[in-house]
């Protein structure tokens, strides 16, 4: 006799079924192995024994099965190895967005909203009597009708230029961004693993401007001992290496990316947890990885005010709260006119979002 099977009800679940809520695990997962698939199902199972995911009806095998059916995984290659699929990638930054964007309805962290007035494509809630020079297009037609009937009464209909209210607009700016992560070896020091943070600012900033803003652009520039592009595919597979803290680098090729960017506002957002200890002269490293060095100090504050220069302001997010390394922030940001925030790592996503889309906003005149 079939019947109906209750279970205890999960508010955070949202209605899932037993496979979307295994698929965010995942997905989480996955992040936090740097893509290798391996390890992040062997961490399921043990989840699985601890918190039963799992029952007699559904399995762990079976999950493994329809992730394969669903294209998820793929083990069509020239090793047998069981990997990723691009699929797979789009949804871990999905949901690495919709993560961020969570947190941001509960906090207020990282809030800068500046709206400016214009002429634009996104309406502004306020009004404004009209003016000489206003365009047609942006009278509140609704407003000014309800303007005349409080003025001159509805027997004696009649509209004045002074009835016109005015709905203002807010334009959004197209941007080119370039994200630098910093992947030196302090990145997981001390027991705390900063890295995976940075690739979630990664994975969602990328895909929300690839959903919302498709004539933007993001670069992502990681920084070591030397710095080097990466594409957007390639971030959950990001790790960090034994490398030192060559910031120089990674500016330099910041701005070397932005200098072919049409796009007339260009950015540098910054992830760092440490201070700059290096720099490549020739073909020989030079390396100070005690306390602020000021050769390779002073690299950096010229960097920062050639971006100036070149109107791209930098905006730095150290994950660090040593009073020196924040002096140095300080500097360096005074120097290039940008901004600094010390954020911790739970509201990085918070501060780099709120950030981006204020500046998504100008006056157009």
């Not at 509209?159 to 997981?188: C, G, N, P, W, Y």
Request: hydrophobic share 35%; charged share 30%; proline share 4%.
């Amino acid at each position: 006799m079939k019947g109906y099977h209750f279970s205890r009800f999960d508010p955070d679940s949202e209605g899932k079924g037993r496979f979307e809520q295994l698929l965010d695990i995942f997905t989480q997962l996955l992040t936090y192995t740097s893509g290798d698939v391996s390890e992040a199902l062997q961490w399921m199972n043990e989840l699985d024994k601890q918190y039963q995911l799992t029952d007699s009806e559904y399995g762990m095998g079976d999950f493994i099965d329809e992730l394969k059916e669903k294209g998820y995984l793929s083990d069509k290659n020239e090793q047998g190895e069981i990997r990723i699929t691009p699929k797979t990638e789009q949804s871990i930054r999905k949901r690495s967005l919709e993560e961020i964007f969570g947190k941001l309805k509960k906090t207020r962290q990282g809030d800068h909203h500046s709206f400016k007035p214009g002429q634009g494509d996104e309406q502004n809630p306020e009004t404004r009597q009209f003016q000489f020079g206003d365009m047609l297009e942006q009278i509140d037609f609704t407003e000014s009708i309800r303007n005349a009937q409080v003025n001159h009464g509805i027997e004696s209909f009649h509209m004045q230029e002074d009835d016109l209210s005015i709905r203002e607009t807010d334009f959004k700016a197209q941007t080119s961004t370039v994200l630098m992560i910093d992947i030196s070896h302090s990145m997981i020091l001390y027991g705390e693993d900063r890295i995976t943070p940075a690739k979630k600012v990664a994975m969602a900033l990328s895909e929300l401007i690839k959903t919302r803003y498709p004539k933007d652009t993001l670069d992502i520039v990681v920084f070591g001992n030397d710095a080097w592009p990466i594409e957007v595919k390639d971030l959950p597979y990001l790790q960090v290496g034994p490398y030192h803290t060559n910031t120089v680098a990674g500016l330099e090729l910041a701005m070397d990316i932005l200098r072919r960017r049409k796009n007339p506002n260009k950015q540098i957002f910054m992830i760092t947890d440490g201070k700059p200890t290096c720099l490549k002269i020739g073909k020989r490293y030079y390396k100070n990885s005690f306390g602020l060095d000021r050769k390779v100090v002073n690299r950096c504050i010229n960097l920062a005010a050639q971006c100036k220069k070149l109107k791209i302001p930098i905006t730095t997010f150290m994950i660090a709260t040593d009073p020196y390394l924040q002096r140095f922030v300080q500097e360096f940001t005074e120097m290039n006119q940008g901004k600094a925030f010390f954020a911790s790592l739970d509201k990085l996503g918070a501060f780099i979002f709120k950030d981006f889309e204020s500046g998504k906003r100008k006056t157009v005149y």
